[in-house]
């Protein structure tokens, strides 16, 4: 079956430290692989999508591969900033199961001034 | 571009009582999913509707929920009787069609089942 895992937090860092959470997915066929983050009181946004192998997706400074060998989608982010602190949520989705999402746990950054 | 609207944004009932939560989707968006999202985890999918179809309700609780959509446009989460394990924000989203890749939240409808 389908399902994502990814690290727990919550993760604390210090403004313009380097960031990485974890992603791993199990699924069947190709899914398309997405981070979504939810902001304090917000409902959850996309932040960055891939939809085949070896694709990257980038925005606002993060960015993810696509790796199949693998089965990961990890989150990167090179300095990260104060306004970064959110809940990022790792998921999956597939062509073939009319876009059923399935989501990770989240994991919470914190970031210090 | 108007988002996805949902309301009432916090609600607070006792057990066995009843509840409802409404949501308008991005307009012209043609599928609508109802996630339940319980603290400290990823949201969980409980119906996906295509139109005013239902495409995927394999994980509603249908003993106490049940949903609608009947013109393919807004749609109702209602929750009778309650639970206090029911206790989670109700996530409203929309995508285009069923093949488009992206889904669109609203902020969300927080129940709190004391």
């Known amino acids: 079956g389908n399902s994502v895992t990814q690290m727990e937090g919550p993760v604390t860092l210090s403004e313009e430290a380097f960031l990485t959470i974890n992603c791993t997915y199990t699924?069947?066929?190709?899914?398309?692989l997405f981070w979504y983050v939810q902001y304090p009181g917000e409902g959850l946004q996309l932040l960055l999508k891939?939809?085949?192998?070896?694709d990257k997706g980038s925005n606002k400074g993060f960015e993810a591969t696509y790796r199949k060998e693998t089965t990961s989608f990890h989150l990167e982010k090179g300095s990260v900033q104060v306004s970064d602190s959110a809940v990022y949520f790792c998921a999956l989705s597939g062509r073939y199961n009319f876009n059923k999402f399935y989501f990770g746990s989240g994991t919470k950054l914190n970031v210090k001034p | 571009e108007a988002g996805v609207a949902q309301s009432p944004r916090y609600k607070i009932i006792e057990k066995r009582q009843s509840v409802a939560f409404w949501c308008n989707p991005i307009?012209?968006?043609?599928?609508l999913y109802w996630y339940q999202q319980i603290l400290g985890q990823g949201p969980k999918l409980l119906i996906q509707f295509q139109n005013n179809g239902v495409v995927d309700d394999s994980q509603l609780p249908k003993d106490r929920f049940s949903a609608e959509r009947l013109k393919g446009v807004d749609s109702t989460l209602k929750i009778q009787p309650a639970k206090l394990e029911d206790s989670a924000v109700y996530l409203c989203?929309?995508?285009?069609?069923?093949?488009?890749?992206?889904?669109?939240f609203g902020e969300g409808s927080r129940l709190t089942v004391l």
């Open positions: 989203a929309s995508s285009l069609a069923l093949y488009t890749g992206e889904l669109f």
């Open positions: 699924a069947t066929g190709y899914p398309s």
């Open positions: 891939a939809t085949k192998a070896d």
């Open positions: 307009s012209g968006h043609a599928t």
